[in-house]
């Protein structure tokens, strides 16, 4: 993180500061790619002087405060302590309104002094290449790549900053986000490892489940969206890099939907995006357990979504409930392990106010329900999650546990999620609809299942839905000062 001598110009506005992001970080992509394709056409070893160029910009921002300290009651884009704030920054122009809204208060209510220049990170070469480049396609071993371009070194790949271990010294200045360039680039490439489609297609507002039925609702809730004049929805990008539009022929969206090869990627996403500035929609097939839950939040995050919802299935633990009651978690019992190190179990992982009242809304809406008649159906509690699918083989020793817990549900993926949105400052909720109840012998038989499955997946889905739509209109509270710890960098 330390501030680069004498390559940028003070005093920038935050517009300048982003024009300036842009044009340096395609410059040191544009002289990466030439030395690649130069090397792989003709052998020539890039010089020490074009490897130079291969680095990240940087965005410092400088606050010397003099008379009396703004207040704000905002959540993000402010400042801790006086002093020198820097990162490095890639995909500039993707990430332009983000940077801006982050920028534009740092500037006009803090009065800080806004400063790019060129980094001392280096650009890993996959960093740059895109498909059907011609150094992706020859023959050329990936060492020899590697003797002369920068590569990703996972030593510099850490998440000390979110995490909250980085140790402040003198002359260096602090972090001004969680995630520098490289942890992004890094997060980017995976994200189309996993999801099948390109990063940039990733929407802000973020459903997960488990279950494939809840992508085929959500797919023929899409296509009739993007059949519906009023709108606000334009396109959809699917697994496998396709995308339908609106005004698409009905039968070819749905030949391009049934094609594409979801099955090929780990956790395909189907991306819907808007015509307008508010943010469209990705659902998620995260699969079953905690580790794919953290995995997905880890890349997701360098997005900064707006939200992540978890609408998947759970098993009911109380003999009240009933199959297709739905359970919104306002506390995790972590019996999963996978973010002991990272956030010990003893650190509470609080529900934000904000989702669970928009989540409780929505189900007013869809369900047309209110009062004991919801109270009934949608029921607020604990959900333990686990890493053991057959947990219940150890309900002897697990029972006082739960007991202690007043837990009211069971599953796999809701702890890890809730937890990553708190470590990573993405508001996070949790509705889960009851499938099967193993404690009281109601297990899910094929024709149960079945029956269970077309009536219940529908109204889950159009309520995890309807509380996004609601969370839009309140994005100035959405992003809880819960989520900030003392030390927080400046931005979001």
């Not at 806004?114 to 071993?141: C, H, K, M």
Request: charged share 25%; aromatic share 10%; hydrophobic share 40%.
């Amino acid at each position: 993180m330390t501030s680069a001598e004498g390559t940028g110009r003070s005093g920038l506005t935050p517009d300048q500061a982003v024009d300036r992001l842009e044009r340096l970080h395609a410059e040191a992509s544009g002289a990466l790619r030439e030395a690649l394709s130069r090397f792989t056409r003709r052998g020539i070893v890039p010089t020490p002087e074009e490897r130079g160029k291969f680095r990240y910009p940087e965005l410092r921002v400088d606050w010397q405060p003099s008379g009396a300290v703004h207040f704000t009651r905002r959540a993000w884009a402010k400042f801790q302590a006086p002093g020198l704030y820097s990162t490095t920054i890639t995909q500039p122009a993707f990430f332009r309104r983000y940077l801006l809204e982050q920028l534009r208060p740092l500037a006009e209510e803090f009065g800080a002094t806004i400063d790019v220049g060129v980094s001392e990170q280096e650009i890993p070469y996959p960093f740059v290449t895109e498909a059907g480049d011609e150094f992706i396609r020859s023959d050329l071993p990936v060492h020899e790549l590697a003797r002369h371009f920068p590569t990703p070194v996972l030593a510099n790949v850490g998440d000390e900053i979110a995490d909250g271990t980085w140790v402040f010294e003198k002359r260096r200045s602090r972090p001004l986000s969680l995630f520098d360039g490289l942890r992004v680039d890094f997060s980017l490439r995976r994200l189309m490892h996993y999801t099948g489609t390109d990063w940039r297609t990733i929407q802000p507002w973020i459903l997960f489940t488990n279950y494939q039925r809840y992508v085929d609702q959500f797919l023929s809730w899409a296509m009739a969206e993007l059949g519906r004049d009023a709108s606000p929805y334009s396109q959809l990008a699917l697994p496998g890099g396709a995308t339908v539009r609106r005004g698409d022929d009905p039968s070819a969206v749905a030949a391009a939907i049934a094609g594409a090869p979801w099955h090929r990627f780990q956790m395909p996403a189907y991306n819907l995006q808007r015509s307008d500035d508010r943010g469209g929609i990705s659902i998620v097939n995260i699969g079953v357990g905690p580790s794919n839950a953290k995995n997905a939040t880890d890349h997701l995050a360098v997005l900064r979504p707006h939200c992540w919802l978890m609408i998947g299935h759970c098993g009911g633990l109380r003999q009240s409930q009933t199959i297709g009651d739905y359970v919104l978690a306002h506390a995790y019992m972590r019996r999963d392990r996978i973010l002991d190190d990272l956030v010990p179990p003893e650190v509470p992982v609080p529900a934000l106010a904000e989702v669970q009242l928009a989540l409780q809304v929505a189900a007013e809406r869809v369900t047309g329900e209110r009062g004991d008649a919801l109270k009934r159906r949608l029921r607020t509690g604990t959900v333990v999650s686990y890493d053991d699918r057959n947990w219940e083989f150890r309900w002897s020793q697990e029972r006082h546990r739960i007991n202690l817990g007043r837990a009211i549900a069971v599953d796999m993926e809701s702890a890890a999620l809730a937890t990553q949105g708190y470590r990573l400052r993405v508001p996070y909720g949790t509705l889960l609809c009851v499938s099967d109840k193993p404690l009281h012998g109601e297990i899910k038989l094929p024709g149960a299942a079945t029956s269970f499955y077309q009536r219940a997946v529908g109204e889950h889905l159009q309520i995890g839905l309807e509380a996004i739509d609601i969370l839009r209109g309140e994005l100035g509270s959405l992003h809880s000062r819960k989520l900030r710890s003392f030390d927080e960098p400046p931005f979001r």
